[in-house]
């Protein structure tokens, strides 16, 4: 059953927890993916008026909301949980992982599929917002803060705003890293390398400068 294994999740990607029943009773993370489990059947069952019922009471309880339309996947975890997003047309694949002040939305008014689409083992940092009908693919880091308005490519980090994509190496991404913080810069590695091949350059000069005859001599 979906909430058995977010249950498991939670237990395996918080360091914090300490239990079975720590995890039911206290994490506003889990109270929210159980209440959408239960949302979102009714709302497949065309149940009308409750799913959306059940969800803003799951807002007001623990501070996150997602639609009852939303499609997620098995082993999924919100860390911390306040301020969290899920938006009507969002998909998200299995052994995700969301922290804080996520937002999983739309770009405007349009209707139709309006917001985005997460692969499996895909982590969103603290603040990210994934807008539009976009799609991220498996094994992708979005680090904290990042706003995400393309689509983003499988085994590959986010960071910045507008985010700029880094691929690691082309690897797959074992497991799943929750180290969100700790992420590469693509601008400021090309501002690095600029700014060796400058000092290169100097150093170049410099001998060549060096290697010339002195002028003053007769």
Do not use: C
Not at 45 to 56: D, E, G, K, N, T
Not at 88 to 93: C, D, L, V
């Amino acid at each position: 059953m979906g909430m058995f294994a977010d249950l498991k999740a939670a237990l395996e990607r918080d360091p914090a927890a300490t239990g079975v029943l720590e995890v039911i009773l206290t994490y506003p993370g889990f109270h929210a993916i159980a209440s959408h489990r239960v949302a979102h059947r009714l709302y497949r069952w065309h149940i009308p008026f409750l799913p959306r019922l059940i969800s803003q009471v799951s807002r007001a309880v623990t501070g996150i909301e997602i639609h009852p339309a939303a499609r997620i996947g098995k082993s999924f975890f919100i860390d911390h949980g306040m301020g969290v997003v899920v938006g009507e047309t969002t998909i998200i694949g299995d052994n995700v992982t969301l922290f804080q002040g996520v937002t999983l939305g739309g770009t405007g008014k349009e209707r139709g599929k309006r917001h985005p689409t997460l692969g499996n083992n895909v982590v969103v940092g603290t603040g990210a917002k994934i807008l539009g009908n976009i799609t991220v693919g498996d094994n992708v880091l979005i680090g904290a803060n990042a706003v995400v308005i393309k689509s983003v490519p499988p085994d590959s980090t986010v960071v910045g705003i507008p985010g700029r994509i880094t691929k690691r190496a082309g690897k797959r991404i074992p497991g799943i890293s929750l180290d969100h913080t700790n992420l590469p810069d693509p601008l400021a590695e090309r501002l690095e390398k600029l700014q060796k091949e400058i000092d290169d350059i100097e150093t170049s000069m410099g001998k060549w400068k060096s290697s010339l005859p002195d002028s003053n001599e007769s």
